[in-house]
């Protein structure tokens, strides 16, 4: 398919600005394209002053329903004064439609990234998602797929086959070590046993949270779906295992003022990291017609991304093997 056969390709200022004008929001021309390559995101300035954010959905991702499920557990939140920034409700509706585009405003909220290397940021970002965990376990999710290995890594693993995208000297490689590590990751799946699947953020890595002098607020539930709670609680660990340790201690420190966490679910983390990995290189896959991505990503797809990906994985089946991180 070639750029300009992408839907996108029709989204054009004027027809953001129809699309809010619609709603009641009426933009004085200016309007600025924010970092997302999922959604189409836009700042854009009112005539009556200030700014909001719009998202524009990608085309055929999520049915109405899913997006209303999304909208429906954001609002909860936000009504539970909990900080994450939920759709604006106009004329009685979070979703609208224009010109075959369907889109939502939110309130512009700032902030800067957080700093996780500060034992109080951690555990200030830890209440608040103990907070959004006490309100996803409330109810299910019933539309939205779950988060786990099929989903995120069968699925994937096989999309990538059946579509060509492996190079043919490395395909077997690939698949030996992309097998062998969905082995793994359903050995840690039952280690973790019983395990309570919830309504998470889905997406939680520090790009999506905004920290200001009154502590964090979360942005972009796009990726929510049911899964294990330490889906919304690894990405924020990094380095050693020592730093890890100690990180997670400060992450649960503040969590578990408001829900208790299941330790067993830390036999998960080096597994949702492999799930993670193989489901972003479908990802950008599935979405290389969409011309942002070959201007993004122009590196994927060639020997050397496919070479780091298989040895990617081999250092994840070895990660998988190591006992699970123990916080004290």
Not at 1 to 15: I, Q, V
Not at 63 to 75: M, P
Not at 199 to 217: F, K, Q
Not at 245 to 259: H, I, M, S, W
Request: aromatic letters at 10%; proline letters at 7%; one cysteine or more.
């Amino acid at each position: 398919m070639n750029a300009g056969a992408h839907p996108y390709s029709k989204l054009e200022p004027a027809l953001v600005l129809d699309a809010l004008d619609t709603v009641g929001l009426r933009g004085d021309g200016r309007l600025l394209s924010l970092n997302s390559y999922e959604n189409r995101v836009y700042q854009v300035y009112l005539e009556d002053g200030g700014s909001i954010i719009t998202k524009f959905y990608r085309p055929e991702r999520w049915t109405d329903e899913e997006i209303g499920e999304e909208h429906g557990f954001a609002l909860e939140l936000a009504g539970r004064e909990v900080p994450v920034v939920a759709p604006k409700v106009l004329s009685g509706r979070t979703l609208h439609k224009h010109e075959g585009f369907r889109f939502a405003a939110y309130e512009r909220r700032g902030g800067r990234p957080p700093m996780l290397d500060k034992p109080e940021v951690l555990e200030f970002i830890g209440r608040f998602l103990g907070r959004i965990h006490a309100v996803g376990a409330v109810a299910n999710f019933e539309l939205r797929p779950d988060l786990d290995p099929d989903t995120f890594g069968t699925e994937p693993r096989n999309w990538l086959l059946d579509h060509g995208h492996i190079p043919e000297d490395l395909r077997e490689s690939w698949t030996s070590i992309a097998d062998l590590a969905l082995d793994a990751v359903e050995a840690a799946w039952e280690s973790a046993g019983d395990f309570e699947a919830i309504r998470l953020h889905g997406d939680c890595h520090p790009g999506n949270i905004l920290y200001t002098e009154t502590g964090p607020h979360f942005v972009d539930l796009d990726d929510a779906r049911m899964g294990p709670p330490v889906q919304d609680l690894w990405m924020l660990l990094s380095g050693d295992r020592a730093s890890q340790t100690k990180q997670l201690k400060d992450v649960l420190a503040g969590y578990e003022q408001f829900r208790p966490f299941d330790r067993r679910e830390l036999a998960l983390v080096e597994a949702l990291r492999t799930l993670r990995l193989l489901h972003y290189s479908a990802w950008i896959a599935r979405r290389w017609h969409d011309p942002a991505f070959p201007a993004a990503f122009p590196w994927f797809g060639t020997t050397r991304y496919w070479q780091d990906r298989i040895l990617e994985l081999r250092e994840q089946v070895a990660a998988m093997e190591e006992p699970p991180l123990e916080p004290k």
